[in-house]
């Protein structure tokens, strides 16, 4: 059984700096692609940032240039930094990972709460 787990949101005042941390757990072959989409209330969720196995980085223009997103393929976990916060980036937000374990399957995590707020 394959596991998102997310830690590290919060409240937060405007200008302030978060980072956000999931990390994969159970029967993992390989994980692709790894990303954080984020959802407010009355709105869709949206993409944030995606990264790949080898680096490869995409990221929202609305947080480009204040978040960014890495990995550590050792230890299966994505990061999300974010600085320069302001209150239109509070939502829930998701892990997202491409994960092949006796198959291929999408996985997401339950979701963390930011709430950028003074």
């Known amino acids: 059984q394959v596991q998102l787990v997310e830690s590290g949101g919060g409240l937060v005042q405007p200008g302030g700096s978060l980072r956000l941390s999931c990390a994969a757990s159970g029967s993992i072959f390989r994980i692709n692609t790894m990303g954080w989409y984020r959802q407010a209330p009355g709105k869709q969720r949206e993409l944030v940032a995606t990264?790949?196995?080898?680096?490869?980085?995409n990221y929202a223009d609305s947080v480009m240039g204040r978040f960014t997103i890495s990995r550590d393929n050792a230890k299966n976990t994505v990061y999300l930094q974010m600085s320069s916060l302001k209150p239109e980036d509070t939502a829930v937000y998701y892990c997202?990972?491409?994960?092949?374990?006796?198959?291929?399957?999408?996985?997401w995590g339950q979701g963390t709460q930011v709430t950028v707020s003074s």
């Open positions: 990264i790949t196995r080898f680096g490869n980085t």
């Open positions: 997202n990972a491409g994960i092949i374990s006796d198959v291929y399957s999408d996985y």
